[in-house]
């Protein structure tokens, strides 16, 4: 197998909260990121007293986007893997049945926000960091699924700067945009994020079935969406392989 970027994912229990940590370099996104999230997934699901699960990164980065050197020089049968595997991921994040809270610890760029918007909601830090979606400095077009997150998450003010021009937001300037629900002290991202999913769950009685239903239908044109990317240098790498 072509050579991935390493990771580690551990999830730990703070009452009835899970927390998802990431720990590599970079957090980068290929087949070893996508399969431990969902094996992660699986083990916070399989706790019946969870109601909520905070995901956040390690050092200085939520995470910075997929692993584009594995995934410009990785096999046929790699590639067909890595887009089963990450739109199976994709589609978990964005369906999980309880309340789920992306606790931004750092740099979040390109994919890395795609895997934040895919929570509920956003928890920033105040300290160093960034959110970005470069894409447009890497000469990659958005494929649809992408696209269907913009038309839903995002105003037409912030498609134009944020996925356009690739504006960068610290965390008062991502609250001010509408990218996350709320800003933490400096360090403070996952403490804040557990705050938030008790007072989002306390004294609520909904079934993790109905909450997963209620996000397959109002997200399903995310869902359905092609993941296939329209041009330049994604649909070459993409193309090229699939």
């Not at 740099?107 to 960091?129: E, K, N, P, Q, T």
């Not at 989002?200 to 109002?218: A, C, F, N, P």
């Amino acid at each position: 197998m072509s050579k991935q970027v390493p990771i580690d994912i551990t999830v730990t229990k703070h009452g009835e909260v899970a927390v998802l940590k990431m720990s590599g370099t970079d957090n980068r996104i290929n087949i070893i990121f996508c399969k431990k999230w969902i094996e992660a997934m699986d083990k916070v699901e399989s706790w019946p007293d969870m109601k909520a699960l905070v995901s956040t990164g390690s050092g200085k980065f939520y995470s910075n986007g997929l692993d584009l050197n594995f995934l410009n020089a990785c096999s046929r049968r790699e590639a067909e893997e890595y887009a089963v595997v990450f739109r199976e991921m994709r589609r978990r994040l964005l369906c999980f049945p309880m309340v789920t809270i992306a606790a931004v610890n750092g740099h979040c760029f390109a994919g890395g926000l795609i895997i934040a918007l895919l929570h509920d909601y956003r928890v920033m830090h105040s300290g160093r960091g960034w959110m970005c979606l470069n894409e447009v400095e890497l000469g990659l077009r958005f494929p649809d699924s992408m696209r269907a997150i913009f038309k839903l998450k995002f105003t037409p003010a912030l498609t134009r700067d944020a996925a356009i021009f690739g504006q960068r937001y610290t965390a008062p300037q991502a609250l001010d945009a509408g990218l996350i629900d709320d800003v933490a002290p400096d360090g403070q991202a996952v403490s804040k994020s557990i705050e938030m999913a008790i007072e989002k769950t306390k004294g609520r009685t909904y079934g993790r079935q109905i909450v997963s239903e209620m996000k397959e239908d109002l997200y399903r044109s995310i869902i359905t969406a092609d993941d296939m990317y329209p041009g330049g240098a994604g649909k070459q790498m993409f193309e090229s392989k699939l």
